[in-house]
C-alpha cells in the first residue's frame, strides 16, 4: 500500500505543475488588472505605481519564478480586490463546496446500491426496467439544465425553494439536487451492472446452499464484490462534481470554491484564482489516491500488481 501512495504521490507532480502553469498564464490574458481597479480618470503614473506595487510589471516567467518560490513557502499572495491573503479567501469558501459535494455523492452512492441492488436482484422485471429507464435518463440530462428548470418551477413558479443562500435545510435542496441526478443515475447503472455479475457467481450459489439469508447474500457476499467498480466511477464522479459545482454555485450564488474562481476570472483577482485553482487540484489529487487506495483494498490483484 505504502508503494502505491508513493507512486501515486511521485506521478502527481507533473499533472499539478502543469496544472499551476497553465492557471497563471491564462490567467494573465484575461486583460489587465488596473482596467478594473483604477478610475477611468488614471493616470499613466498612477497605472505603473499600480502595476509596480503588485509586481505585474516584472516579465512573466519571472513572476511564475516568484510565484512559485512563494507557494514553497505557503504563501499565495494577496487579493487585489480585498488585499487580504489568497489563501483565506479560498479557505473559508472551500468547506462549503465540500459539504454540497459530500452530501451529494453520499446520497448517490446510497441511493444508487439501493435502487441498483433492487434492480439486479430480479433482471428484466418492471423494478428494473424502471429504474434503467430512469437511470439512463439521469445520467444523460446536463446539470445547467436541471438547475435553471429547478429555479423556474420549484423557486419562480411554486415559490417553494430559494434560489440562493445557504441557510436553512430548504437552500440546500435544489444545488444537491441539481448535482445529485447526473451521479446518481451513472452509479446506478454500474452498481446494477455489476451486481447482476456478482449474483450469477459460484460463491453467491455457495452462499445460498450454505443456507445464507438473502440480505447477507446480497449485501455481505454480492454487493462487497461489486463494490470495487462502483467505487472507481464514483471517485470519477466526485472529481467530476467540481466542474459540475462551478455551474451550480454560479446559479445558486453558493459561496463556495466555484464560484469563488469565477469571481476571481471576472474581477482578474489573479492571486485568489491561483490559491483556489491550486487547493482544488490537491483535493482531486488527493481524491484519485484515496480512491485508489479504496480500490487496492477490496481487489487483492490491485496489491499484487503495485507491490511488483
Known sequence: MLTLLRRRAVSSVVPLLVVVLGVFFLARLTGDPANLYLPLSAT?????EFTARNGLDDPLISQFGDYLAQVAHLDFGESLRTAQPAAEAVLRAFPATLQLAGWTMLLAVVGAVVIGSLAAY?????????????????????????????????????????TSGTSGAAAWVLPVATLLIRPFGVLVQVVRGAMVSALSAPYVKVARAKGASEPRVVFGHALRNAAAPALTVAGDLAVGLVNGAVVVETIFGWPGIGKLMIDSVLQRDFAVLQAAVLLTALAIFALNILVDLSHALLDPRVRQRAAA
Do not use: K
Open 122 to 162: 430480479r433482471p428484466n422485471s418492471a423494478t428494473d426496467r424502471i429504474a434503467s429507464f430512469l437511470s439512463s435518463t439521469a445520467a444523460s440530462v446536463p446539470d445547467f439544465w436541471i438547475a435553471i428548470m429547478g429555479v423556474l418551477v420549484f423557486a419562480v413558479t411554486l415559490g417553494w425553494l430559494p
Open 44 to 48: 499613466p503614473e498612477m497605472r505603473a
